[in-house]
């Protein structure tokens, strides 16, 4: 496949790190379970501590996925806002095991709710990262028929990261479902547009046409190894490295 080189590795500077909601709960499993919020939080710490600035975009999938609401009848809208506001719930476990450990954490939402988080602000959100704080980015972009994805995309380009780091339960990105095919081949480094002809299950098409419009890259990885996250943001060689060629 295509070589993503001109992408580039670290060390970075700021990076944006996707975790889904998924990572949120054990394997298969729903719900908010705090024993993986912790071992979240213990990798952040790690990564962060090897100075880059970090801004963090969560899921909400664990809880809810505005998607199936839908298909069950609920209002599209209706059922992405519900998606949105599970996203906070994530977002204010992550923040609350970050902050039990020392991490200067910032909770930020695109829906307003000024009681439990500070509002989405561009200029704020970069100004807490320049000051060595955590920021958890939560509501999605504010919008319905937006996947959290798309925020990830979106906000890693608003505050100038380096890279968008994808957080998975596999180590990369495979030809095919590794889970089904033991034969599934992983890339090492992939195109945009390798991603998008061959309809690759990275991110959603848009998330992946914002990052080839900024060019921004991605690196996928199992976040499920520990100590994964620290190696993402110094540059080591793990996961699918995604870019322009």
Do not use: W
């Not at 990564?47 to 999938?61: F, I, K, P, T």
């Not at 200029?123 to 999605?140: S, Y």
């Not at 890693?156 to 380096?162: H, N, Q, R």
């Amino acid at each position: 496949m295509g070589d993503s080189g001109g992408a580039g590795r670290g060390p970075f500077r700021r990076v944006l790190l996707k975790i889904s909601g998924d990572a949120f709960c054990r394997q298969e499993g729903t719900g908010l379970e705090m024993a993986e919020v912790r071992a979240i939080a213990r990798q952040i710490k790690a990564a962060r501590a090897s100075g880059a600035e970090m801004a963090v975009v969560v899921g909400g999938g664990n809880i809810l996925r505005g998607a199936q609401l839908s298909q069950a009848g609920v209002q599209r809208a209706t059922a992405d806002y519900m998606g949105m506001l599970a996203t906070v719930v994530n977002a204010l476990a992550l923040q609350d095991a970050l902050e039990k450990i020392d991490v200067a954490t910032r909770c930020l939402t695109a829906i307003e709710m000024q009681r439990v988080a500070e509002p989405y602000i561009r200029r704020r959100c970069i100004r807490h990262l320049e000051k060595g704080r955590v920021c958890i980015l939560a509501g999605g972009t504010g919008n319905p028929f937006l996947t959290t994805d798309t925020s990830a995309a979106l906000r890693a380009a608003e505050i100038g990261a380096e890279v968008l780091l994808k957080a998975t339960k596999v180590d990369g990105v495979y030809d095919k479902d590794p889970r089904e095919h033991p034969d599934a081949r992983r890339f090492e480094s992939l195109t945009y547009l390798d991603v998008l002809n061959r309809q690759l299950k990275v991110m959603d098409m848009t998330a992946i046409s914002l990052c080839m419009e900024t060019g921004l890259p991605i690196l996928v990885f199992n976040l499920k190894v520990e100590g994964n996250i620290e190696k993402a943001v110094r540059g080591d060689r793990i996961g699918t490295l995604i870019g322009a060629g």
